[in-house]
C-alpha cells in the first residue's frame, strides 16, 4: 500500500475536512489515558531545515499526547548531513527507515512531492518554502469553525504578504471546498496574491476581489486574517520589503471598524502587524488558532497512523 501523504491542501474533501474537525474534537474530550493510547509503539520524525516554533513543538506535543515518540531534527539546515551535501531524497529515504511517519518544513518548494517520491512512510508537509502549509490551514479553517460556527458563507479578508505566505496559499484552496465563501486580498502591491491561485479560485467558482482599503474590508468581513511580511523571502529585494512592511497594521482603529461578531486570526509569528493591545480584544482569536494547531495535528496524526 502507497503512504498517503499531506503535500498539497488540494487532496483534501469537504468530507476528510469534517471528518478531521470531529476527530479533534472527539480528542479533545477522550480522557488522557485513553489518548495516549492511540500511538503507542509508533516513531514520528520531525525533520525542521526552517526555524519553527508553533508547528514542531505543536506536532510533537500532538505526538507525545497520544502516545507516541519523537525523533527530530530542529535546526537540519545546519545540524543534519544535509549540511555535508545530503540531498533531500537521501535524507528521507534513510530516515523512512526510522520512523512510521516523518513531518518535513523545508526551505524549497517542491521539497515536501520529492521527499514523498522516496518515502515509505507518510510524509507530512510543515511549510514547503514559500509554496505551501497544509496543515496550518488545516488549524486555520478548524478554528473558523470553532469560533464562528461555520465555513460555509464566511467573507474573509486576506491581509500582508500574500504572495510570499504559504499558510494564505493553502487556506485558500481548502475553503474552495466551501459554500459561498467570499475572499478579500488585502495587499502591499509588491506582495500581491499570486496569479496561480487567484485562478484556481477561479475554476472553483470561488469569488474573491482586491482592496486596499483594510478599515473598509474590516467592516465587511466575518474573518480578518493577517499575515507577517516575509522579509526572508525577499533576498536582495530590501526595497521591495520596505514599501510592504508596516502597510496594513490591525490596531484600534481597525478593531472599531470590525463586526461585533467577527474575528482576528494569524498564523504566527508577528512582527508589528497587529499591534499588542489587540491582544485584549475577544475578536483576537490567534492565540486560540495557535492552540488549536496541537487539536488538529493530534486528528490527523491518528488518521495516517491508525485508519
Ligand atoms: N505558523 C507557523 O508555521 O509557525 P512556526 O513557523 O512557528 O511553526
Known sequence: ??????????????????????????????????????LTGKIIATLFFEPSTRTRLSFESAILRLGGGVISAASAKEFSSAS??????????????????????HFESGAGARAASVSTVPVVSAGD???????????DLFTMKRELGHIDGLRIALVGDLANGRTVRSLAY?????????????????????????????????????ESDLEKAA???????????????????LEDYERATGRYVINA????????????????????????????????AYFRQAKNGVLI???????????
Not at 545530503?86 to 518544513?105: F, G, H, K, N, Q
Open 1 to 38: 500500500v502507497e503512504p498517503q501523504h499531506v503535500i498539497d491542501a488540494r487532496a483534501f474533501d469537504r468530507a476528510t475536512l469534517e471528518e478531521l474537525f470531529l476527530q479533534a474534537e472527539a480528542l479533545e474530550k477522550l480522557p488522557a489515558a485513553d489518548r495516549s493510547a492511540l
Open 129 to 139: 518554502g514559500p509554496d505551501q502549509h497544509p496543515t496550518q490551514a488545516l488549524l
Open 84 to 105: 555535508k551535501g545530503e540531498t533531500i531524497e537521501d535524507t528521507v529515504r534513510i530516515v523512512s527507515e526510522y520512523a512510521d511517519l516523518i513531518v518535513l518544513r
Open 219 to 237: 467592516r465587511e468581513v466575518d474573518v480578518i486574517y493577517q499575515t507577517r511580511i516575509q522579509k526572508e523571502r525577499f533576498g536582495e529585494r
Open 253 to 284: 482603529d481597525v478593531l472599531g471598524a470590525m463586526k461585533r461578531a467577527s474575528i482576528v486570526m494569524h498564523p504566527l509569528p508577528r512582527n508589528d502587524e497587529i499591534r499588542p493591545e489587540v491582544d485584549l480584544d475577544p475578536r483576537a
Open 174 to 210: 481548502l475553503l474552495a471546498n466551501y459554500r459561498d465563501v467570499k475572499l478579500v486580498f488585502v495587499a502591499p502591491e509588491v506582495v500581491r496574491m499570486k496569479r496561480d491561485v487567484a485562478e484556481f479560485l477561479t475554476r472553483h467558482g470561488v469569488s474573491f476581489a482586491e
Open 297 to 307: 495535528r493530534m486528528a490527523l496524526l491518528v488518521k495516517l497512523l491508525r485508519d
